[in-house]
């Protein structure tokens, strides 16, 4: 079966975007690869085409997670801030200037 991806574009600016993914399916760098095929390459991802001169790492962090547990079957949420430097990476971006380009879209990738 074929990998898919639901992504929005929450923020644009002319350095970078801002996007939320969502997985649909569970491939091996499957959000770095849909991304790169449409032409938004994750910031420092150095495999697909992201600049690395923005970014020492690969800009990508799961701010929530929801899968059943294993062993009883319960649907477990879990939440997490994005760390500190892509906060400040976040930040670098906005203060560059430039309106927000885009509102919110949506978009399926596969």
Do not use: C, N
């Not at 319960?74 to 930040?91: G, H, I, N």
């Amino acid at each position: 079966s074929r990998a898919v991806t639901e992504f929005a574009v929450l923020e644009a600016r002319p350095r970078g975007l801002l996007v939320e993914a969502r997985p649909r399916t569970g491939r091996k760098h499957q959000i770095r690869i849909h991304l790169a095929q449409a032409g938004m390459p994750i910031l420092g991802d150095t495999r697909y085409g992201g600049d690395t001169a923005a970014a020492p790492r690969v800009m990508l962090h799961a701010a929530r997670l929801t899968l059943r547990h294993p062993l009883t079957g319960v649907q477990l949420s879990v939440t997490s801030p994005p760390p500190a430097d892509f906060r400040a990476l976040l930040e670098r971006l906005r203060s560059k200037g430039g309106p927000d380009a885009a509102p919110r879209r949506r978009r399926r990738a596969r």
